[in-house]
Structures are given as C-alpha cells and as structure tokens.
C-alpha cells in the first residue's frame, strides 16, 4: 500500500508534464521511501530504471546496459555498451522524440566507482539539454555525497538540475493513516517509536499489540532495527564510535554543548563539527529559545524517533536482551514511555497547530513555531514553555502540552497564562493540549477567559 507523498509525486508530475529536459535531484536516508516514490511515479510512464549496487564500475555498466536493453527489446540481453557515455547518449537519443525517464537509482554507488560519470553527464547534459526530452532522476541515499557532489557549487554537475527533492520521513498524519489496525492511542506510540520511516512502519505488526511490536522488533537481537542506527552510522560516516558516542551523550541528558563535549572526552571544536553532520543527516537537532539567537542557550536533542527511542532504551538493556530476557527488559521500559511520549507529543501538537495555520483554522497567524526557555525574573529560576509562535509584535500563542492519564487542571492554565505574561503580547492565545481530557474546572476556566483553545488527542486525529 502506497500512503502520503501527494506533494513529491505533484512535483515530479508537474516536471514530467513539461516535456522538456529535466534533471532532478532526489535523496534521502535510507529506507525513507524514495525508492517506492519513484516507482509509483513511474508505474504508468515510460522509464529505463536501474539500481547501482557498491561494485565495481564494469559490473554497474553491465547492469546499467541490461536495464537500457531490456526498455528497448523486451528482452534479456548479454550484452554492453562500451562505456558509460556510450550508454548515457543513446539514452538521451532515444528521448529525442519521446517522452522517457532515466532513474539511476543509489547514484552514489555507480558514480564511486566510475569518478568520470558526472563529468560525463555534465557534458551530454549540456550537448541535449535543448533538444532531448529526457526527464534525468538521480537518486541517492548518501546524504554526504549527494550534497557535496551532485549539489554542491564545485560539483561537476551543479547548475545542471531543474529540481532537487529532498525526501523526509512521513509526518504524524500520514503515519496515522498508515497505521489504520492500531488504536488511535497506539498509534502515537509506535509513531513515538520509529517515527516517519516508512521501512519501520512496515515492520510494525497491526495483529499484535504495541508491547509485542516492542519486544518483536527493538527487543530482538535477530531484527534488523535491533542493530540498525548503528548500522546506518557506519554507512554514512567514516568514524561512527565517535558519533554513537555523541547520540549516546546526548540521549542521556547532556543537552548542551560543554556537556556533550564532557562525556564524550573530545574538544568542543571537535564535538561541533560532528554534531553538524548528525544534524545535515537529520538525526539531531540544534534547538534555541524561540525568537533567540544566542548559541549560548543552544541545545541539542535527537529529530529522530527511531534513533530517539533506540538510544534510550536499548543499550542500557542489552545485557538482558543478549541473554533473551525480553520480558524483563520490557519491564523496565513500560514505566518509562509515559514520560518519554512527553516530547513526542509536544512534536504531535506543533504539527497539528501547523495543519489548522494550512487550513486556515488557526486563530493566530504565525511564522514559526518552537520551543522556549529562558528565566523567570520574579521567581529567580529557569522555566519553559512547550510551545510558543508569534504572529507579529501584538499577537502570539503559547501551548502546553500533557501526556498522561491524567485530566488537565487549572493549575496547568494557570502557569501557561502566567508565563505568557513574561512576554508583553497585547493578544495572546492560549492552547491546551491533552491526552486524557480537561476537567470540569479547567473547562470552565477556560470558557470565562475566552483566549483559550483545550484541545485532546482525540480533536486532533478526528479530522484525519
């Protein structure tokens, strides 16, 4: 079943639609999904599709030329063309009165092993470009080498793309659709848990419960997302020890950067430098006060819930899950998920506020949304706010958001209102977020101050 992705395949529709050369660009890490996009775009159109595979340059070309030959013949040929450009140019011939697509896919894999391949394509590039009607995707999941060396401003082929997609996991609403044989409560979890990765989506088992699911997949030695964040490190980047030991840090509590820098034993220069790839890779994130640009206040957490959820809880129980004691170790996570889908669900609610603003539901017009710290200066002490946006200097929303059994009180509106007051808003909006509900009090609290939105988990998936 082919879920979301209606805004990439429009994009792709619309270049395809021009009938002219076009050169697109699409990556994204692995098993994010950009394989079965093309294929769904493709599905109908006539295309020559051909996977690299991490070899050498002879049996890529032999590949390549079997791909090439088969779009043309029907069948299976054993045969080569004599080089790459040979291959490339009766491809861009072919597409000289018809519409086609060339998908290389895992572009990285055949351009290491043949280093003249973008040169080759620059040329045969700029030689077609105006008469052939080729729609030319490259597709890699090396997001290093496809920024620098398809992307980048002194990579032989930059200027030559007419689009780049970047191809990120799936947000909370369409991994809500997916998910259509868990509870609406499940589903939060397991979207807690792997997040928007369609490849982890799959893996998730709609006959057994959320436990099962657990102790099936992280829990299991013999799974493949039980090794799989550090076997996605190795791929990526040449020193991984050091990056597991920064996500390890960093899922442990050390926020900041000194703190990070502490546990990991290296210089902060040398710890910045790594945590700027983690986050180009989109697996951490660096955070400020929101409306601040004071890097002295910057956190960092992980943006990944699969690498978030593996890093806390897998390596403090591998003994246990080593020894096959899973029930044990399942024992001692379940107590923890409840606090763990805290910022999970401040992650649900900020997408959901961005859904109205996109619908034109949203009673404050913002441009952001994030997240903000800072000091309290009546109470002399630090405090937070989930969720904060601002629409100009008059106007602005603030959110709290509360992942428990628990119905919200008015104790929980009444710190809200007061921190919005640190600010000096003419018209705030406030915005309630609960799992569980609002009791009778907050609910009345809320009517007579008129400047309050109570929202459940239930209003927010209702709509999907």
């Keep these: 079943m082919f879920v979301g992705r209606e805004r990439e395949l429009g994009a792709l529709s619309q270049l395809y639609s021009s009938g002219k050369f ?5 990556y994204g890490r692995r ?43 029907g069948m299976s ?8 450009q040979a291959a490339l140019e009766y491809v861009f011939n072919m597409a000289q009165n018809e519409r086609l697509i060339l998908v290389i896919d895992e572009y990285p894999y055949v351009a290491r092993s043949q280093e003249s391949l973008a040169s080759t394509l620059q040329l045969l590039i700029d030689k077609y470009k105006n008469t052939s009607r080729l729609m030319l995707i490259l597709c890699g999941s090396s997001m ?10 002194k990579a032989p082929l930059y200027g030559r793309r007419t689009a780049q997609m970047k ?17 609406p409560q499940d589903r939060a979890l397991i979207y807690g848990m792997v997040g928007g990765t369609p490849q982890y989506l799959l893996m998730m088992d709609g006959r057994l419960s959320v436990e099962d699911n657990i102790k099936n997949t992280f829990l299991n030695p013999i799974s493949s997302i039980y090794e799989e964040p550090e076997n996605l490190l190795k791929q990526e980047v040449r020193e991984p020890a050091l990056y597991n030991a920064i996500i390890t840090a960093i ?19 040398v710890c910045a430098t790594y945590l700027k790839n983690l986050i180009g890779l989109g697996l951490v994130q660096k955070e400020t006060p929101y409306g601040e640009k004071n890097s002295r206040k910057s956190v960092y957490c992980i943006d990944d819930n699969m690498f978030r959820f593996w890093y806390r809880f897998i390596p403090e129980n591998n003994s246990l899950i080593a020894r096959g004691a899973v029930d044990l170790a399942y024992r001692r996570i379940e107590p923890l998920l409840a606090d763990y889908m805290g910022k999970i669900f401040e992650d649900i609610c900020r997408q959901y506020l961005w859904k109205l603003l996109m619908d034109g539901r949203c009673p404050v017009d913002f441009k952001d949304l ?9 109470a ?3 405090t937070e706010i989930d969720i904060m946006g601002e629409q100009d200097r008059e106007n602005a929303l603030f959110g709290e958001c509360k992942w428990t059994n628990s119905k919200v009180d008015t104790g929980v509106l009444d710190t809200l209102e007061y921190r919005s007051q640190l600010f000096t808003y003419k018209n705030t909006r406030l915005f309630l977020f609960s799992k569980a509900g609002f009791t009778a009090g907050c609910r009345q609290k809320a009517s007579v101050m008129g400047n309050v939105e109570l929202i459940t988990y239930e209003d927010i998936v209702k709509d999907i």
């Design 22 to 26: 076009e050169f697109v660009v699409l």
């Design 31 to 73: 098993r994010v999904g950009k394989t079965a996009l093309i294929n769904e775009f493709i599905k109908d159109k006539k295309a020559i599709y051909f996977m690299g595979v991490e070899s050498n340059a002879k049996q890529n070309l032999e590949n390549f030329s079997r791909s090439i030959l088969e779009f043309g013949t």
């Design 77 to 84: 040929l054993e045969t080569s063309f004599l080089n790459f």
């Design 144 to 153: 290093s080498y496809m920024e620098d060396h398809v992307l980048a401003y």
């Design 167 to 183: 191809i990120l996991p799936f947000d909370f609403f369409n991994v809500y659709q997916y998910l259509e044989d868990f509870t």
């Design 251 to 269: 899922a442990g509590g050390a926020s900041r950067m000194a703190e990070i820098s502490t546990k990991v034993g290296e210089s902060t220069s």
């Design 370 to 378: 994030g997240r903000w710290w800072g000091t309290d200066p009546a």
């Design 380 to 382: 002399r002490s630090q």
